[in-house]
């Protein structure tokens, strides 16, 4: 089993819709959870830290459900700009350095 | 005011060259990384160097040898180099914060390097 799985898609939605993507992670004793972006041919950018309680940073909702062991990302409103591939990160519990990247969900809002 | 850079952006070669890829960071982090990122996306990690120091060296051949000068570069030196090595390597840096037992480990990328090994 991969230590962080996601559904590569593509989701394909229109502008205005709601989208939300899922990902696993195999740890239970992992504690710490990201949501990069990276568009085409670009380097990965973070979108936001996935904490415990959920959280919020404008049409973007975060969630974490420890005992499902599963991230979730929300995007309201979607816009053209957000078409990109989402990239679901765990910390690794080995290393408080190492980043453990999902292979990616790619998102195209179309007009 | 580049945060992290990379060169060359593209790196075009033979096989069984050997070939360096830079990176550097003006953000004052200590630690980086080097990644890579094949083509079916994968982004994986290779190494990392905290302060000079090498503290990940994951399962890579050692035809893949990293240098860090100074905390603020960190080089990637590859030798023989081979098709199955044709990928993007991302340079990457932090500066690791704690709360309680938890670590948050912002990382900042850079661009990006094309290897394409013919």
Known sequence: ?111 | DTAVSQTPKYLVTQMGNDKSIKCEQNLGHDTMYWYKQDSKKFLKIMFSYNNKELIINETVPNRFSPKSPDKAHLNLHINSLELGDSAVYFCASSQNRRAAVISYNEQFFGPGTRLTVL
């Open chain 1, 1 to 111: 089993r991969k230590e962080v799985e996601q559904d590569p898609g593509p989701f394909n939605v229109p502008e205005g819709a709601t989208v939300a993507f899922n990902c696993t992670y195999s740890n239970s004793a992992s504690q710490s959870f990201f949501w990069y972006r990276q568009d085409c041919r670009k380097e990965p950018k973070l979108l936001m830290s996935v904490y415990s309680s959920g959280n919020e940073d404008g049409r973007f909702t975060a969630q974490l459900n420890r005992a499902s062991q599963y991230i979730s990302l929300l995007i309201r409103d979607s816009k053209l700009s957000d078409s990109a591939t989402y990239l679901c990160v765990v910390n690794s519990v080995d290393s408080s350095y190492k980043l453990i990247f999902g292979s990616g969900t790619r998102l195209l809002v179309r007009p």
